[in-house]
């Protein structure tokens, strides 16, 4: 048994069997799809970011590449507009994600869904620390609705999806009312028990964390798990194993991404939520907290997708021979330029062919180590908005740093440098193929030649 061969197997026994538990397992579908849903709202609140700063502010990329500031004097006046926007998006974040993982829960468990995505977020409040008085008003901080309440977001979510749904199940905490009530109406009675019971057990809770901890559970947990998660999740070795376990996971044919996304979310949300704060509050992507985060994979390394596979595609174009290799290439161009490369990892196939294997696992994190050495030498901003995933290559490193030309320049070196490294791979497709080819002559051969004699 060859050395690939050795390690297939025990991969296939060791990685694919987590990977299976882990894209079925309800917690983690939940956290993931949340994130997921919740996507837009960031993506929206970047946009407009990305506009203020771009097209709004008189010292903008866009503004001035086309004299903007000249034709529009008052152009900067018009940022005030779309500044609030910020705080309807990036600031509540926890609030999204507690409602959406309770609600995906309740629907895994077929309970009432929309109230227990409901009762998930009047639980986070429950335990939220107290309002501020000044002047006589009540103020409400923010501190923990966005990137630093997350991780108390994902505990409430799962605890109340939980609870609710198995409470709401029991026929002796159901109050059903006669069919002449409306539906509504009926539907909230069904559950009442349920959501009096986890908001007294909730409270309880709460006062009891309140008195061994004074700064309450959101402090807690942050202090306990989310910061230092945060650390490790902004720090570069860490990045480069998760791409690489993501790309392992795509040569066995597991969607490598959606089956990392729970953990990835819990360790660089927050960090790239901060950087987006960072620009809100500068205007600039210049000094923002966090280079190290999933965004510089996607604007250095995942160029057609995982794998880096558009410089595959563009290796097959240049060097390859095999004709069903250049012509899986031709139909999977459009989708990989915009970041879609199942028809390459299934069509050629990436999966289990020992040949990409190498190419498809190492491309990425080299251009993340790239990437992430331009920004620490100071020669790009870090990727600090957000970007469409579907965004073609370089350009979510230009759009990501605020229209950083050299950071476009960077993302064409990547792709460069992919090409490159994918050239002798698909070479050696070639030099296999003739060998099978001249094999399969020698053995169509053998039959004749024994007639003969």
Not at 295 to 320: E, Q
């Amino acid at each position: 048994m060859s050395f690939m061969d050795r390690f297939q197997s025990v991969m296939e026994k060791i990685l694919v069997p987590v990977a299976v538990k882990l894209n079925s397992q309800r917690h983690v579908v939940a956290i993931r799809d949340a994130f997921i849903l919740a996507f837009p709202i960031t993506l929206g609140g970047s946009l407009i970011i990305l506009l203020n700063f771009a097209v709004l502010d008189p010292q903008g990329f866009i503004a001035k590449m086309l004299f903007l500031h000249k034709l529009f004097p008052n152009l900067a006046d018009y940022q005030s507009i779309f500044s609030p926007i910020i705080n309807a998006t990036v600031n509540i974040l926890s609030m999204f994600i507690v409602f959406l993982i309770a609600r995906n829960i309740a629907i895994a468990l077929k309970a009432d869904e929309l109230l227990c995505g409901i009762t998930a977020l009047s639980t986070f409040f429950i335990v939220y620390p107290p309002f501020q008085t000044f002047d006589g008003v009540s103020y409400m901080t923010t501190q923990w609705t966005g990137a630093q309440g997350l991780f108390v977001a994902i505990i409430i979510g799962i605890l109340v999806g939980e609870i609710f749904s198995q409470l709401s199940k029991s026929k002796r905490l159901q109050i059903n009312m006669p069919a002449s009530v409306p539906p509504a109406i009926s539907r909230t009675f069904k559950v009442l028990f349920p959501i009096v019971i986890i908001m007294v057990i909730f409270a309880i809770g709460n006062a009891i964390i309140n008195a061994l901890y004074p700064k309450g559970l959101h402090a807690l947990i942050y202090n306990v798990l989310q910061a230092p998660l945060k650390q490790l999740g902004t720090n570069i070795l860490s990045l480069i194993v998760l791409i690489i376990v993501s790309d392992l996971l795509w040569v066995f044919g597991i969607h490598g991404p959606n089956t990392t996304a729970a953990i990835r979310e819990a360790m660089f949300a927050e960090a790239n939520l901060e950087n987006l704060k960072y620009v809100a509050e500068h205007g600039s992507a210049w000094g923002a907290p966090y280079p190290g985060t999933w965004s510089l994979v996607d604007a250095f390394s995942f160029y057609g997708g995982s794998g880096m596979t558009l410089g595959f595609i563009i290796a097959v174009f240049i060097a390859s021979r095999r004709k069903d290799y250049r012509d899986i290439a031709k139909l999977s161009i459009a989708p990989g330029l915009f970041n879609i490369n199942e028809p390459i990892i299934f069509g050629i196939p990436v999966v289990l062919n020992p040949i990409l294997i190498v190419p498809f696992v190492i491309v990425p994190p080299i251009n993340a180590l790239i990437g992430y050495s331009a920004i620490k030498l100071g020669l790009i901003p870090p990727v600090a908005y957000s970007v469409p995933w579907t965004t073609p290559g370089p350009l979510i490193a230009f759009f990501g740093t605020g229209g950083n030309w050299l950071a476009l320049f960077i993302g064409f070196l990547c792709l460069a440098v992919a090409t490159l490294i994918y050239l002798p791979f698909v070479i050696a497709a070639n030099q296999a193929t003739d060998i099978q080819n001249k094999n399969k002559e020698r053995i169509a051969d053998e039959p004749t030649q024994s007639t003969s004699v």
